[in-house]
């Protein structure tokens, strides 16, 4: 399609392919429809001229005019003969209603007809480009040309009125961006201009700025008009473009006072323009402040190789950048649009790359080369200045790209931020979350990454950058765009409680109601790789119902002294569906002050959890589940065996207070398994789930007077149990004096026997 536009005009007035037309005569004309001379279908409008002099034709009203609207106007021209000095004129009236009323003026184009031969030239299409006045609710088309002999005449075919195709807040009008008309929102300080038959664009009509230069060197091509800017915004603009021959072309601003004096300039980093293809080129800048700049001139510059050289320009934009609301980046840093921002690469180089996704921002990205397979990382090298105590979020769009569309390709992104002090001084690194990874067989697979992180107390900077990562070499580049900076909630929280023995995970990321976010999975990963689905209150996040508010976990089996990481999986009913996900970054589990004491704990009932010293590292047996069989006639015995017996021992721990003995003893009364847990080096390897059989206990003093205990248990290891949390070990006597359900000691009474159930219940 020529123009973006649906045309406005039936086909009685635009095409004529029933063999009809709709259209008045003018004086000296008389009008009908010829077959054999078209553009489009088997038909066009004939003009014929009754006596010498200029032939006329006007549409009947039409409708469906929006004041305000711009639109664009075209009927081509076709010339039985090459008289010189026809001219064309092309003329919009505008009415205050859709039938009757009163004119509100005109908008209108004049055109000398040109051609060595009769017949439908490109040069001979007449174009109005106008914007609808004030009021105007319809309008008639008039096409007149003048200069014809008696009997001789003139075709139209394929008539179009529609809604000009402005880009949003494109500063330039439809002709200054398209050329469609004339070339009056154009100057060259060098070469010749002209309104030139292109179409690099889709939707901006059938015309671009052609520039012939005079000779070889740089041709200056600039907006005829001053634009208007305002000090510290920032701008950018595009034009796309095409080179006979491989060449460089430079975008600059040239900034000038109210008096039109230059006080400023910003040329971008040259393009290189290749033979024969259309390019957009651009530039990305602040308006200067403190030098009184108040207008901007737009120079695109070609470098010719010679005279003669024909440059071609078309859908021309100018406008304040659209950067991300509250994104403390530059709109240049936010999408790389027409300045390569400064980053500094680990086994990388950075380019700027020209293009369109759909979910990327503008018409260039941040193109990033690995120097080998592996990870790329890479950070912004501005210093961004932060709040402490504030939480920023950074996000990127970032694709891969893989040389061969058929094969799956592992591909990992991330994003972080670093914090620097007031000096500059890198503060503190950035411990960032885990790679986002997928799978996915397709050349380009692009990937959204956000991390959010609260600026410590000590910093003054950050430092934003991200990673991307595959082993494989068939992905060959990435690149990146919508890098954002910007304060926000934190995604998830993670906190350490050496005293309760537990990492508690907030989740605050709600994510879009939907059939693939309506079950959650939440599992811890340690070093060595496992996993292990996340105990809820009352449930596993195991395939739960979404709650579609913030999840809060509190994880008491985190091994102690590792390093371990959550995952949050949204995904359907089943789990087929993956929708959302959020990976965490690496954490520090619990640890005990004193190796010689270990965690006893309950599971499902996290309040009943407490230490408790070891007396004697544990020794372990194995039971033997085979047998031998003498037979008959034989020397030796037959062996029938089966998978040995798991690990059973004898524990035997200390404790020192009654309140920590009358815990130890409610956490056993329940005859449930439980988890011991020990400091890495002390003979327990990760977590260890025991089935307690039977106790003996006996106080430490001969005669009882003196507070403390050893306790003997037989234990049978046993898998991690199933189910969830009841209670919790943070409940405090603030949760109670909050609950509206006890405003009296009695009905605290009134609710629970024991004090245990108070702690596990609340």
């Known amino acids: 399609m020529s123009y973006g536009n649906p045309n406005l005009l039936a086909a009685d007035t635009s095409t004529f392919e029933n063999y009809t037309h709709n259209w008045t005569a003018g004086s000296n004309t008389t009008l009908s429809v010829a077959t054999g001379q078209f553009i489009s279908g088997s038909y066009s409008l004939r003009f014929t001229a009754t006596a010498a002099g200029s032939i006329t034709g ?17 009927s081509p021209i076709r010339r039985n003969t090459t008289t010189a000095g026809q001219v064309a004129t092309l003329t919009v009236t505008w009415y205050n209603a859709t039938s009757g009323g009163t004119s509100l003026g005109v908008s209108v184009s004049t055109l000398t007809l040109t051609g060595a031969a009769p017949g439908w030239f490109y040069y001979n299409h007449p174009v109005v480009v106008g914007t609808a006045p004030v009021g105007a609710l319809s309008c008639t088309i008039t096409l007149s040309v003048s200069g014809l002999a008696a009997a001789e005449y003139v075709n139209t075919d394929d008539v179009y009125f529609g809604a000009a195709q402005v880009r949003s807040n494109n500063v330039y009008g439809y002709n200054t961006a398209s050329i469609e008309q004339d070339t009056s929102g154009w100057k060259v300080d060098s070469g010749t201009m002209a309104r030139g038959n292109w179409n690099l664009s889709a939707g901006l009509g059938y015309y671009a700025l052609e520039v012939t230069s005079a000779a070889a060197g740089t041709q200056e091509i600039r907006t005829n008009s001053f634009i208007a800017i305002t000090p510290g915004k920032e701008y950018t603009s595009y034009a796309l473009v095409r080179s006979p021959s491989a060449t460089t072309w430079l975008c600059e601003f040239r900034w000038y006072d109210a008096g039109s004096n230059q006080v400023g300039t910003v040329t971008q980093t040259p393009y290189v323009v290749a033979a024969n293809t259309s390019t957009w080129v651009g530039v990305t800048a602040l308006a200067p402040t403190g030098v009184n700049a108040a207008q901007c001139k737009v120079f695109i510059r070609p470098m010719a190789t010679a ?29 790389t649009e027409g300045v390569l921002p400064a980053w500094t690469l680990d086994n990388g180089t950075s380019s700027l790359y020209q293009v369109t996704s759909g979910i990327t921002d503008g018409l260039f990205a941040l193109k990033v080369t690995p120097d080998a397979p592996g990870t790329v990382t890479a950070s912004l090298d501005r210093l961004v200045p932060v709040t402490p105590g504030t939480t920023y979020q950074v996000s990127a769009v970032l694709y891969r ?4 569309a058929a094969q799956k390709v592992i591909s990992s992104v991330r994003t972080r931020i670093d914090w620097y002090d007031a000096a500059g001084i890198l503060y503190l690194a950035d411990n960032p979350d885990q790679f986002y990874s997928t799978e996915q067989a397709a050349d380009w697979y692009a990937q959204i990454n956000t991390e959010t992180r609260t600026c410590p107390v000590g910093a003054a900077y950050a430092k934003v950058g991200f990673e991307v990562n595959s082993g494989n070499p068939l992905v060959d580049c990435w690149f990146v765009d919508n890098v954002s900076l910007v304060q926000a909630t934190s995604e998830y929280t993670l906190e350490t409680s050496n005293e309760d023995g537990c990492v508690t995970l907030t989740v605050n990321f709600v994510p879009a109601v939907g059939s693939s976010n309506s079950n959650v999975t939440i599992r811890r990963m340690d070093e060595s790789g496992k996993a292990a689905s996340m105990r809820g209150y009352g ?12 999840i809060v976990v509190e994880d008491y089996e985190a091994p102690l002294g590792s390093r371990v990481w959550y995952s949050v999986q949204w995904s359907s009913s089943t789990g087929a569906t993956k929708g959302a996900r959020l990976l965490t970054q690496t954490v520090s589990a619990p640890v005990l002050a004193d190796g010689d004491y270990a965690w006893f704990k309950s599971p499902g009932v996290p309040a009943l959890n407490t230490t408790v010293m070891m007396e004697a590292p544990l020794k372990w047996s194995r039971a033997a589940r085979s047998a031998r069989y003498d037979i008959v006639g034989r020397k030796n015995p037959i062996h029938i065996s089966g998978a040995r017996a798991g690990r059973t021992s004898s524990i035997t721990v200390l404790i020192w207070d009654p309140e920590g003995n009358a815990l130890f003893d409610s956490l056993l009364d329940a005859g449930t398994p439980a988890l011991v847990q020990v400091m890495p080096g002390y003979g327990i390897d990760g977590n260890l789930y025991v089935s307690v059989g039977d106790i003996d206990v006996e106080p430490l ?9 050893r306790w003997t248990l037989a234990i049978t290891e046993v898998d991690r149990p199933d189910g969830g949390l009841q209670g919790s070990a943070a409940n405090t006597w603030q949760d109670i004096l909050d609950n509206p359900a006890y405003t009296t000691w009695e009905d605290l009474f009134n609710a629970h026997e024991t004090w245990t159930s108070v702690l596990t219940e609340g």
Request: glycine content about 6%; hydrophobic content about 30%; aromatic content about 12%.
């Open 58 to 74: 006007t549409t009947p009203r039409v409708t469906g005019v929006t004041a305000g609207l711009e639109y664009v106007v075209r």
């Open 307 to 335: 005279a003669g050289q024909t440059f071609v320009l078309e859908d021309a934009q100018f406008y304040v950048s659209p950067n991300l609301a509250n994104n403390l980046l530059s709109y240049a840093e936010y999408s």
């Open 401 to 404: 790209h893989s040389t061969d």
């Open 539 to 550: 449930r596993t996040w195991d395939l739960a119902p979404n709650p579609y508010s913030t």
């Open 701 to 709: 003093s001969p005669d009882a007077r003196e507070d403390g205990w």
